[in-house]
């Protein structure tokens, strides 16, 4: 999921916002300066995760699962011969991170 930088601004702008004087003047000044503060710090971040390159060489995954299933059967239908019933075939289920390696594994540089 990427970084979306207003919305990032925005929240920080809202946390030092929190605290405002009581006077009207000042609050004005206070919340422009918040505002170019949190811009500036949502660029920042931005520009570090971008750049950070992320080390995860000791990262396993566990293996897919395959699971065989049962042919068709014999079904037999009033009036008529025997049929047979559909089967179902092999089914595979895709492979997994291996949660326990990923705990300490990766490094942000």
Not at 25 to 39: F, L
Not at 52 to 72: H, I, R, W, Y
Not at 88 to 109: E, H, Q, R, S
């Amino acid at each position: 999921m990427a970084l979306n930088k207003s919305s990032l601004a925005k929240d920080l702008e809202s946390v030092f916002n929190q605290d405002l004087p009581t006077d009207l003047n000042e609050i004005k000044k206070v919340k422009s300066t918040n505002k170019k503060k949190a811009k500036n710090m949502a660029d920042a971040i931005d520009k570090f995760v971008k750049s950070a390159s992320v080390d995860v060489k000791g990262l396993e995954m566990l293996p897919g699962t395959q699971c065989m299933t049962n042919p068709g059967q014999p079904v037999v239908a009033p009036g008529s011969g025997a049929t047979t019933g559909p089967g179902t075939g092999m089914t595979t289920a895709p492979a997994k991170l291996n949660p326990a390696t990923g705990i300490d594994c990766a490094k942000v540089y």
